[in-house]
């Protein structure tokens, strides 16, 4: 079983920067990659970076040059480093971990943190 905590969204001016943590805890066996999705109203949530296990790294082409995903193992936390924010860059931001056990996927979500991009 693995428990997600957000932290770190809020209210944010075009241009700047926020950075998001993602604090696990539980078992990391079988874990495949830990991620960042985010989800507006009337959108199918949608991946923005993750991570695997071996380090590998995968960003959404919208924010490719902006975002930074890294992971500190020591504190079992993931974080997401959002620079150059955009309006369309709102949204609940949720933290993801995917597993494989037993021939099954499985998939983690935290609760979510609000990120508002605005003037």
């Known amino acids: 079983q693995v428990q997600l905590q957000e932290s770190g969204g809020g209210l944010v001016q075009p241009g700047g920067s926020l950075r998001l943590s993602c604090a696990a805890s539980?078992?990391?066996?079988?874990?495949?990659?830990m991620g960042w999705y985010r989800q507006t109203p009337g959108k199918q949530r949608e991946l923005v970076t993750k991570?695997?296990?071996?380090?590998?790294?995968d960003y959404a082409d919208s924010v490719k040059g902006r975002f930074t995903i890294s992971r500190d193992n020591a504190k079992n936390t993931v974080y997401l480093q959002m620079n150059n924010l955009k309006p369309e860059d709102t949204a609940v931001y949720y933290c993801?971990?995917?597993?494989?056990?037993?021939?099954?996927?499985?998939?983690?979500w935290g609760q979510g943190t609000q990120v508002t991009v605005s003037s």
């Open positions: 993801n971990v995917q597993k494989y056990n037993s021939g099954f996927y499985r998939d983690y």
């Open positions: 539980g078992s990391s066996f079988g874990v495949l990659y």
């Open positions: 991570i695997t296990s071996g380090g590998t790294t």
